[in-house]
Protein backbone atom coordinates (compact mmCIF):
# COMPACT_ATOMS: atom_id res chain seq x y z
CA UNK A 1 0.00 0.00 0.00
CA UNK A 2 2.78 2.77 0.87
CA UNK A 3 6.59 2.11 -0.48
CA UNK A 4 8.27 5.47 1.20
CA UNK A 5 7.48 8.41 2.80
CA UNK A 6 9.39 11.66 1.43
CA UNK A 7 9.71 14.39 3.75
CA UNK A 8 10.46 16.88 6.64
CA UNK A 9 12.15 14.91 9.78
CA UNK A 10 10.77 17.17 13.01
CA UNK A 11 11.89 14.21 15.32
CA UNK A 12 14.84 11.51 15.68
CA UNK A 13 14.93 9.49 18.63
CA UNK A 14 16.38 5.87 18.15
CA UNK A 15 13.07 4.28 18.39
CA UNK A 16 10.99 6.17 16.41
CA UNK A 17 10.84 9.67 13.61
CA UNK A 18 8.61 12.22 13.05
CA UNK A 19 8.31 12.84 9.92
CA UNK A 20 6.19 15.49 8.02
CA UNK A 21 4.66 15.11 4.78
CA UNK A 22 2.25 17.81 2.99
CA UNK A 23 1.44 18.81 6.59
CA UNK A 24 0.77 15.19 8.21
CA UNK A 25 3.62 13.97 10.95
CA UNK A 26 3.59 10.38 10.58
CA UNK A 27 4.68 8.14 13.57
CA UNK A 28 7.04 6.18 12.47
CA UNK A 29 9.24 3.02 14.21
CA UNK A 30 13.04 2.48 13.16
CA UNK A 31 15.56 0.15 13.88
CA UNK A 32 18.87 1.23 15.43
CA UNK A 33 20.16 0.50 12.12
CA UNK A 34 17.99 2.58 10.29
CA UNK A 35 18.66 5.61 12.85
CA UNK A 36 21.85 5.41 12.47
CA UNK A 37 21.69 6.00 8.77
CA UNK A 38 19.12 8.86 8.78
CA UNK A 39 20.67 12.20 7.93
CA UNK A 40 20.83 14.95 10.58
CA UNK A 41 19.46 17.55 7.75
CA UNK A 42 15.21 18.10 7.76
CA UNK A 43 14.86 16.22 4.62
CA UNK A 44 14.33 12.71 4.45
CA UNK A 45 13.19 9.49 2.84
CA UNK A 46 12.64 6.24 4.13
CA UNK A 47 10.78 3.35 2.87
CA UNK A 48 7.95 2.20 5.50
CA UNK A 49 5.92 -1.06 5.87
CA UNK A 50 2.43 -0.80 6.95
CA UNK A 51 1.09 -3.52 9.94
CA UNK A 52 -2.99 -3.11 10.13
CA UNK A 53 -4.59 -4.61 13.46
CA UNK A 54 -8.07 -4.30 15.15
CA UNK A 55 -6.74 -1.57 17.19
CA UNK A 56 -3.68 0.51 15.36
CA UNK A 57 -2.30 0.95 12.00
CA UNK A 58 1.77 1.18 12.88
CA UNK A 59 4.22 2.17 10.27
CA UNK A 60 7.96 0.84 10.66
CA UNK A 61 10.83 2.51 9.05
CA UNK A 62 13.78 1.52 7.38
CA UNK A 63 17.07 3.62 5.83
CA UNK A 64 17.02 1.44 2.55
CA UNK A 65 14.81 -1.34 0.86
CA UNK A 66 17.40 -4.54 1.63
CA UNK A 67 16.56 -3.59 5.36
CA UNK A 68 13.00 -3.83 4.54
CA UNK A 69 13.07 -6.81 2.53
CA UNK A 70 14.84 -8.29 5.37
CA UNK A 71 12.01 -6.74 8.27
CA UNK A 72 9.18 -8.55 5.38
CA UNK A 73 10.80 -12.00 5.45
CA UNK A 74 11.52 -12.21 9.56
CA UNK A 75 7.73 -11.26 9.82
CA UNK A 76 6.99 -13.99 7.92
CA UNK A 77 8.31 -16.35 10.21
CA UNK A 78 5.58 -17.95 13.12
CA UNK A 79 6.32 -16.20 16.07
CA UNK A 80 7.96 -13.55 14.87
CA UNK A 81 5.91 -9.65 15.05
CA UNK A 82 7.19 -6.68 13.58
CA UNK A 83 8.58 -5.36 17.07
CA UNK A 84 10.38 -8.45 17.29
CA UNK A 85 12.17 -8.02 14.13
CA UNK A 86 12.41 -4.49 15.05
CA UNK A 87 14.18 -5.66 17.57
CA UNK A 88 16.71 -7.81 15.82
CA UNK A 89 17.68 -5.47 13.66
CA UNK A 90 18.06 -2.99 16.27
CA UNK A 91 20.86 -5.88 17.78
CA UNK A 92 22.30 -6.63 14.87
CA UNK A 93 23.23 -5.72 11.16
CA UNK A 94 20.86 -6.79 8.68
CA UNK A 95 24.31 -8.63 6.99
CA UNK A 96 24.64 -10.24 9.85
CA UNK A 97 21.19 -11.15 10.56
CA UNK A 98 21.25 -12.81 6.76
CA UNK A 99 24.62 -14.62 7.67
CA UNK A 100 23.17 -15.83 10.91
CA UNK A 101 20.34 -17.66 9.30
CA UNK A 102 22.49 -18.61 6.35
CA UNK A 103 25.21 -20.21 8.34
CA UNK A 104 22.52 -21.74 10.63
CA UNK A 105 24.34 -20.04 13.72
CA UNK A 106 20.92 -20.09 16.02
CA UNK A 107 23.49 -19.45 19.27
CA UNK A 108 23.94 -15.79 17.72
CA UNK A 109 20.40 -15.48 17.23
CA UNK A 110 19.75 -16.49 20.73
CA UNK A 111 21.35 -13.49 21.69
CA UNK A 112 19.25 -11.01 20.85
CA UNK A 113 16.21 -10.31 22.96
CA UNK A 114 13.13 -12.31 22.47
CA UNK A 115 14.66 -14.68 20.54
CA UNK A 116 14.66 -18.08 22.09
CA UNK A 117 15.89 -21.55 21.08
CA UNK A 118 12.37 -22.17 18.98
CA UNK A 119 12.46 -19.23 17.40
CA UNK A 120 15.93 -19.09 16.01
CA UNK A 121 15.38 -22.33 15.06
CA UNK A 122 12.51 -21.27 12.74
CA UNK A 123 13.65 -18.68 11.14
CA UNK A 124 17.02 -20.64 9.86
CA UNK A 125 14.42 -23.32 8.87
CA UNK A 126 12.06 -21.01 6.89
CA UNK A 127 14.66 -18.11 5.64
CA UNK A 128 17.51 -20.13 5.02
CA UNK A 129 16.72 -21.12 1.65
CA UNK A 130 14.60 -18.03 0.57
CA UNK A 131 17.23 -15.36 1.52
CA UNK A 132 19.96 -17.35 -0.51
CA UNK A 133 17.49 -17.60 -3.62
CA UNK A 134 16.46 -13.79 -3.08
CA UNK A 135 20.12 -12.57 -3.27
CA UNK A 136 20.40 -10.82 0.62
CA UNK A 137 23.53 -9.44 1.11
CA UNK A 138 25.80 -11.26 3.40
CA UNK A 139 28.58 -9.72 5.48
CA UNK A 140 32.10 -10.51 4.66
CA UNK A 141 33.41 -13.15 6.11
CA UNK A 142 36.90 -11.54 7.55
CA UNK A 143 34.21 -8.67 9.20
CA UNK A 144 32.47 -11.36 12.12
CA UNK A 145 35.90 -13.24 12.18
CA UNK A 146 37.82 -9.99 13.11
CA UNK A 147 34.85 -9.20 15.44
CA UNK A 148 34.05 -12.28 16.78
CA UNK A 149 37.85 -12.77 18.06
CA UNK A 150 37.91 -8.89 19.02
CA UNK A 151 34.77 -9.42 20.99
CA UNK A 152 36.59 -12.71 22.66
CA UNK A 153 39.78 -11.01 24.01
CA UNK A 154 37.89 -8.28 25.28
CA UNK A 155 35.74 -10.96 26.99
CA UNK A 156 37.92 -12.76 28.83
CA UNK A 157 39.74 -9.30 29.57
CA UNK A 158 36.73 -8.87 31.84
CA UNK A 159 34.12 -6.91 30.18
CA UNK A 160 30.86 -7.42 29.68
CA UNK A 161 29.34 -9.15 26.60
CA UNK A 162 26.89 -6.38 25.57
CA UNK A 163 28.96 -3.60 26.43
CA UNK A 164 31.81 -5.13 23.87
CA UNK A 165 29.26 -6.07 21.33
CA UNK A 166 27.93 -2.05 21.39
CA UNK A 167 31.26 -0.67 21.02
CA UNK A 168 32.29 -2.93 18.40
CA UNK A 169 29.80 -2.69 16.29
CA UNK A 170 30.24 1.21 16.75
CA UNK A 171 33.71 0.90 15.60
CA UNK A 172 32.94 -0.96 12.96
CA UNK A 173 29.84 0.75 11.84
CA UNK A 174 32.37 2.72 9.21
CA UNK A 175 32.80 0.19 6.53
CA UNK A 176 35.60 2.69 5.32
CA UNK A 177 38.02 1.76 8.12
CA UNK A 178 39.13 -2.09 8.23
CA UNK A 179 40.69 -3.23 11.52
CA UNK A 180 42.67 -6.20 12.41
CA UNK A 181 41.82 -8.17 15.10
CA UNK A 182 44.52 -6.17 17.49
CA UNK A 183 43.77 -2.43 15.85
CA UNK A 184 39.85 -3.44 16.92
CA UNK A 185 40.90 -4.62 20.22
CA UNK A 186 43.20 -1.45 20.84
CA UNK A 187 40.23 0.78 19.80
CA UNK A 188 37.62 -0.79 21.79
CA UNK A 189 39.76 -0.39 25.16
CA UNK A 190 39.77 3.28 24.81
CA UNK A 191 36.35 3.63 24.30
CA UNK A 192 35.59 1.09 27.27
Known sequence: MF?????????????????????VGYFVHISLHTYSKLPDTEACKIFVHLQITEDAHT????ADEEERRLFRALISVSGVGCNTARMMLSSMQPAEITECIVQGNSAKLKTIKGIGEKTALRAIVELKDKLKKDGFSLAPTSHFKVKDEAASALVTLGFSKPSVDKILDQLLRNQAVSFTIEDLVKEALKRM
Open 3 to 23: NHLNGRLTEKNPAYIVLECGG
Open 59 to 62: FYGF
